[in-house]
C-alpha cells in the first residue's frame, strides 16, 4: 500500500478527481510521475489507483451508468499501460506492473476491501500478463534464446 505523505497526497488527488471525472489527460499525468524518483513512482501510482477505486466501490452501484464505470476501468488500464508497457517496455518496466498490480490485489485481500474490484484487478493482471509480458517474453526468447 502506497503510504506517501500527505502533502504528496495532494499533489495527485487532482489525478484522482480527472479520472472519475472522465476528464484525465493520461499523457500528461505520466510524465509528471516519471519526474519523480523512481523509488517513489509505483507508490504514486498505487495511491492514484487505490484511491479511485475505492471511490468508485463507494458509489451506489446504477446499472444505468454502466458505461461511466467502464470508461473509468479503461482509462485505469490505459494509465497502467502507458506508464510501464509504453515506449520503454522492458522486463523491469513489466515486472514493477506486475508488482503493482500484485500489491494491490493483496492489500484488498488483506483490508477486505471490495471483492468485485479485488476480483478486477485479478482479471486485469492475467489480462496484461497476456497482452504484454507473454509477447514481451516470447520475443526476448527468439532474440536471445530460451533459457532451457
Do not use: C
Not at 471483492?115 to 485479478?122: G, K, N, S
Amino acid at each position: 500500500m502506497p503510504y506517501i505523505k500527505q502533502e504528496a497526497r495532494v499533489i495527485y488527488n487532482y489525478a484522482v478527481a480527472e479520472f472519475l471525472n472522465l476528464s484525465v489527460s493520461i499523457y500528461q499525468i505520466v510524465p509528471g510521475i516519471k519526474d519523480e524518483p523512481l523509488e517513489k513512482q509505483d507508490g504514486i501510482i498505487n495511491y492514484i489507483l487505490t484511491s479511485v477505486l475505492l471511490k468508485l466501490s463507494k458509489k451506489p452501484y446504477d446499472p444505468e451508468n454502466w458505461n461511466y464505470y467502464r470508461q473509468v476501468y479503461h482509462s485505469l488500464h490505459e494509465f497502467i499501460e502507458v506508464f510501464y508497457a509504453g515506449e520503454d517496455k522492458s522486463y523491469f518496466t513489466l515486472n514493477r506492473a506486475i508488482g503493482l498490480l500484485t500489491s494491490m490485489i493483496n492489500e484488498f485481500k488483506r483490508r477486505k476491501w471490495s471483492t468485485p474490484i479485488r476480483m478486477d484487478l485479478e482479471s486485469y493482471l492475467v489480462s496484461f500478463l497476456g497482452v504484454h509480458v507473454v509477447p514481451y517474453e516470447d520475443a526476448k526468447i527468439k532474440e536471445n534464446g530460451d533459457i532451457i
